[in-house]
């Protein structure tokens, strides 16, 4: 079992930057790869990021690579998302999760608002 708390969400410009962060508490972070996803009004919800549990195999959605990074600090129990170059596009309420499987979303967190105005 592993708790998930997002943070680091807000309201910025075209153009600005962000880093969210997910503290995860429980044992085993290190073993769970994660993903950071993401709903926008209307529309369903996709996935942004995944990182694998050492950190050695990361993907990021055609939308957003060149300008988000995901990495984790598995001595702090946390993983982000480093996002710029923001578009009003971006935004979107962002959620991470932990899976047991590199691709899997087995726990989620509760989601932070992006919104970037243009």
């Known amino acids: 079992q592993v708790q998930l708390v997002e943070s680091g969400g807000g309201l910025v410009q075209a153009g600005d930057s962000l880093r969210l962060s997910c503290a995860a508490s429980?044992?085993?972070?290190?073993?769970?790869?994660m993903a950071w996803f993401r709903q926008a009004p209307g529309k369903e919800r996709e996935v942004v990021a995944r990182i694998s549990s050492g950190g050695g195999t990361t993907y990021l959605t055609d939308s957003v690579k060149g300008r988000f990074t995901i990495s984790r600090d598995n001595a702090k129990n946390m993983v982000y998302l480093q996002m710029n170059s923001l578009k009003p596009e971006d935004t979107a309420v962002y959620y991470c999760?932990?899976?047991?499987?590199?691709?899997?979303?087995?726990?989620w967190g509760q989601g932070t608002q992006v919104t970037v105005s243009s």
């Open positions: 429980g044992r085993g972070f290190s073993n769970f790869a």
């Open positions: 999760t932990a899976g047991l499987f590199y691709g899997s979303y087995d726990y």
